[in-house]
């Protein structure tokens, strides 16, 4: 099986969802419409943690009247542009959100099931091409995936951002 692409979407919380973050009521609508969407494999979603007025999905597009993008997992990239493209997704999302999308190196399931995760976007400086940055951060996420369990890393994976010839996007959970 191939590895999936990974969609990250990223758009100011609101009001209610900031008030309680663990009420999934205000993500159902967005989550059923990513559910029964072709291709979607699994849905990620949660709360920055240090600024608090953002909210991620990791793995598809969210329901956008009331609430922030989740991401997805995608079986194909062109499934979620389908998906897109649909007119039913229009009507429903209220300002999209700016994704992007992750191409993993290695199965993601893992570190997205963390309890809490961290981002990290790397973009090559001038002169510097996306092969050496990948080779580097393959150094680290190897580093991230040998620490011990007691140390609190569950799982590290990057990979290239498809939209971004210059980057590539390393996750830890």
Request: aromatic share 6%; with cysteine.
């Amino acid at each position: 099986m191939s590895l999936p692409c990974i969609e990250l979407a990223e758009t100011p919380s609101t009001e209610a969802f900031l008030a309680n973050p663990k009420d999934k009521s205000l993500v159902q609508p967005a989550l059923d419409l990513l559910k029964n969407s072709k291709g979607i494999v699994k849905i990620y979603y949660g709360l920055q943690s240090e600024e608090r007025k953002h909210f991620y999905l990791y793995n598809a597009i969210a329901d956008c009247s009331h609430l922030i993008a989740p991401p997805a997992v995608w079986e194909r990239l062109q499934d979620h542009e389908n998906l897109q493209a649909d007119a039913h997704c229009l009507k429903v999302m209220a300002g999209a959100p700016d994704p992007i999308h992750i191409q993993p190196t290695a199965e993601p399931y893992k570190v997205l099931g963390a309890p809490a995760t961290e981002l990290a976007l790397i973009t090559a400086k001038p002169g510097v091409s996306q092969t050496t940055i990948g080779e580097k951060t393959n150094e680290l996420v190897a580093i991230a995936n040998a620490l011990p369990a007691e140390w609190g890393v569950i799982s590290a994976v990057w990979g290239p951002i498809v939209e971004k010839d210059d980057a590539i996007a390393m996750i830890i959970g």
